[in-house]
T-cell receptor, first 117, second 112 residues
Framework: GAVVSQHPSWVICKSGTSVKIECRSL??????MFWYRQFPKQSLMLMAT?????????EQGVEKDKFLINHASLTLSTLTVTSAHPEDSSFYIC?????????????FGPGTRLTVT | AQKITQTQPGMFVQEKEAVTLDCTYD???????LFWYKQPSSGEMIFLIY??????QNATEGRYSLNFQKARKSANLVISASQLGDSAMYFC?????????FGKGTKLTVNP
């Protein structure tokens, strides 16, 4: 089956610094990638939809200047959390879109746990 | 309004027994897809089962089956012969356009 990787799997950073998270589709090309955030004991909340070669579409309430998304190729999307603060500490999960209308619509990465101190 | 409703925050089941996790959905689109994912404590999202709105039969994948009642807009997950490794969070999701909308999840605990 298709594999999506994320790097790093966990990161601790100091308040005010920026953190970049990579999402890669390893064995298929993904024109669309999705970024989710999950707080402890809560559900996944979609942050943005990333299309290769174009600007990401952000969900309502998500600051696009704070969460920079770049989808430079069909296999790589990056999420940069700029000027991170403790409230940005969360579990960030990406997914890569494959075949719409089928069960293999989104393959999920393993997630990145971000802790801002 | 919530698109996906999971009314059971937590469920307990005895090992080897069957358990049903509830999910109701709300959409006016005649074409939609419903998904169930398992999320163990490691955090990865594991795809379990998919039901398309036009599928005539209920979906099955091994020990997982989906009880799809279209008129009631429900898509309950049935896990047969529960195993200790089934203890995890379970999320129901619906495709809305190209996005997935998730329910709040149900924490399943399988007791030995």
């Amino acid at each position: 089956g298709a594999v999506v990787s994320q790097h790093p799997s966990w990161v601790i950073c100091k308040s005010g610094t920026s953190v970049k998270i990579e999402c890669r589709s390893l064995d298929f090309q993904a024109t669309t990638m999705f970024w989710y955030r999950q707080f402890p004991k809560q559900s996944l909340m979609l942050m943005a939809t990333s299309n290769e070669g174009s600007k990401a579409t952000y969900e309502q309430g998500v600051e696009k200047d704070k969460f920079l998304i770049n989808h430079a190729s069909l296999t790589l999307s990056t999420l940069t959390v700029t000027s991170a603060h403790p409230e940005d500490s969360s579990f960030y999960i990406c997914s890569a879109g494959n075949s719409p209308g089928t069960k293999y619509e989104q393959y999920f990465g393993p997630g990145t746990r971000l802790t801002v101190t | 309004a919530q698109k996906i409703t999971q009314t059971q925050p937590g469920m307990f089941v005895q090992e080897k027994e069957a358990v049903t996790l509830d999910c109701t959905y709300d959409t006016s689109d005649p074409s939609y897809g419903l998904f169930w994912y398992k999320q163990p404590s490691s955090g990865e999202m594991i795809f379990l089962i998919y039901q398309g709105s036009y599928d005539q039969q209920n979906a099955t994948e091994g020990r997982y089956s989906l009880n799809f009642q279209k008129a009631r807009k429900s898509a309950n997950l049935v896990i047969s012969a529960s195993q200790l490794g089934d203890s995890a969070m379970y999320f129901c999701a619906m495709r809305e356009g190209e996005k997935l909308v998730f329910g709040k999840g149900t924490k399943l605990t399988v007791n030995p």
